[in-house]
């Protein structure tokens, strides 16, 4: 079941997953799916300041995107904030090479893809599963798995469509957890390029402001409430930049088990 609603106080989150599972099996009894109001008012602010057309919508997208990532919850999936690390910073932006999935997973907290000047627009955000969610979901609904076949699954956590990390492994406030690629709300296996990318992209819609809020008669919240968002997006993605000086890749292994022959 998928409802909307809006919530009387702000939670900071766009919807939820909640399932009820049975405590000795695991086994999924029960899930819903809630999506906030105010995720629609994103949807359209997306589409006030960065435009649409039928076939590349971003606030379709965002909405499809939201909902597949709060299915994935309800199917047991953790978040995984390493799943923007699979695309280069122009990659990610090329539909022949990523599809419908910019990311490897759909449990990523994923920022709008904005492609720079001199570069065609690609997908704002994942219209589709990625490679990582499609192998986790095989691995825990296949029926009567044999052991080869789990051990052949598990085997391919080391390669870079299958990168992890979850809440407890993500990089935060400083000296919480040490992994750059497992961050909320990067973008791109090298976030320098894209930040310098995106930048340009942000300061020239900065400008823009003027003329898109220009509406004779109109209040200047809306302006007010882009320009907000737009120099808060420069502050997100420089963070990031910083957390990458003195990170260490970590990659999960199991005993016995290293990236060469995993």
Known sequence: VVRWSHSPARSGLAGFGPSIANPRTGEIIASDIRLE??????G???????????????????????????????????????ASYLYGPREVHDTNITGGATISS?????????????????NYFPTEPGEYDRWAIE??????????ERANLLALSVLPAYT??????????????????ARRGDMSNDVVTYTADRFITLDNKIAELPE???DEG????????????????????????AGQIGGVYVTKLVNGQDEENA
Not at 56 to 81: A, C, K, S, Y
Not at 139 to 148: G, H, M, R, V
Not at 166 to 172: E, N, P, S, V
């Open 37 to 42: 109001f105010g995720s629609i008012k994103t």
């Open 44 to 82: 359209y602010l997306y589409r006030e300041l960065w435009g649409y057309d039928e076939e590349n919508d971003p606030l379709e997208q965002w909405i499809v995107n939201l909902t597949m990532h709060e299915v994935g919850h309800t199917f047991g999936l953790r978040h995984n904030f390493s």
């Open 106 to 122: 759909i449990m990523d907290y994923d920022p709008i893809n904005i492609a720079p000047p001199g570069i065609e627009q690609g």
């Open 139 to 148: 691995f825990a609904y296949t029926p009567n798995l044999s052991d080869e």
């Open 164 to 181: 992890y990390g979850t809440d407890g492994d993500a990089m935060g406030t400083p000296g919480r957890n040490i992994d750059p690629r």
């Open 212 to 214: 898109i809020y220009s």
């Open 218 to 241: 109109e209040t200047k919240n809306d302006f007010t409430s882009s320009f907000y968002s737009l120099v808060g997006d420069k502050g997100r993605f420089m963070d990031i930049v």
